[in-house]
């Protein structure tokens, strides 16, 4: 097993494009997290699945971002019509089991840049 | 509504001296609190949970306390090294149980 898998590792687009990320979290864990983060902030939290069910959304995912886990393995996160204020860098995260008291395993993230 | 606040500014010590890096969280009742560690480009990675019955725990050369009455964290580094050099992200579970939500995290810089 080698970890929380993203891809791309970046992704340069113009705005107005659709793009999609994929993550593919540590093999038998159940609960998936996708976050944004941009330079010199913590990660901001997006929307999480627990198996294949998207149990919360931020408000910060609009209308035009949508998350799917299909199967409850991989995810992807899509992006359409992006604009210059998606640039950021998007991290995926997994952990074996729900609750606080669990750690969360990162990908490398997917770093958007739209021009 | 629910903060997690780290100092924003870098902190730059020297080698060997002891880091200490605060975390500072309003309207959580967590009872359990994680610090990670993220060097550029790369995503955060785990180092330590502590419990809210503990009031300091150990790994190496790294120790983390817990006040919450304080509502307060501290993490400490321990005879730093050049190689410490990252930011460090405090992050808590929304009282709900299932968000976990991260602080802005403060760079830390060891000078050789």
């Known amino acids: 097993d080698t970890g929380v898998s993203q891809d791309p590792r970046h992704k340069i687009t113009k705005r107005g494009q659709n793009v999609t990320f994929r993550c593919d979290p540590i093999?038998?864990?159940?609960?998936l997290y996708w976050y944004r983060q941009t330079l010199g902030q913590g990660p901001e939290f997006l929307t999480y699945?627990?198996?294949?069910?998207?149990?919360?959304k931020s408000r910060l995912l609009s209308d035009r971002f949508s998350a799917e886990r299909p199967k409850g393995s991989f995810s992807t996160l899509e992006i359409q019509r992006t604009e210059q204020g998606d640039s950021a860098m998007y991290l995926c995260?997994?952990?074996?089991?729900?609750?606080?008291?669990?750690?969360?395993?990162f990908g490398q993230g997917t770093r958007l840049t739209v021009v | 509504s629910q903060k997690i606040e780290q100092n924003s500014e870098a902190l730059n010590i020297q080698e060997g001296k002891t880091a200490t890096l605060t975390c500072n969280y309003t309207?959580?009742?967590?009872?359990?609190l994680q610090w990670y560690r993220q060097d550029p480009g790369r995503g955060p990675v785990f180092l330590l949970l502590?419990?809210?019955?503990?009031k300091e725990k150990r790994k190496e050369r790294l120790k983390v306390t817990f006040d919450t009455t304080l509502k307060q964290s501290l993490f400490h580094i321990t005879a730093s090294q050049p190689a410490d050099s990252a930011t460090y992200l405090c992050?808590?579970?929304?009282?709900?149980?299932?968000?976990?939500?991260f602080g802005g995290g403060t760079r830390l810089m060891v000078k050789p």
């Open positions: 995260a997994s952990s074996f089991r729900p609750g606080p008291n669990t750690e969360a395993f």
């Open positions: 093999s038998e864990h159940n609960r």
């Open positions: 699945f627990q198996n294949e069910a998207q149990l919360e």
């Open positions: 309207n959580y009742s967590p009872a359990y």
């Open positions: 502590i419990r809210e019955n503990e």
């Open positions: 992050a808590l579970y929304n009282n709900a149980g299932n968000m976990l939500t």
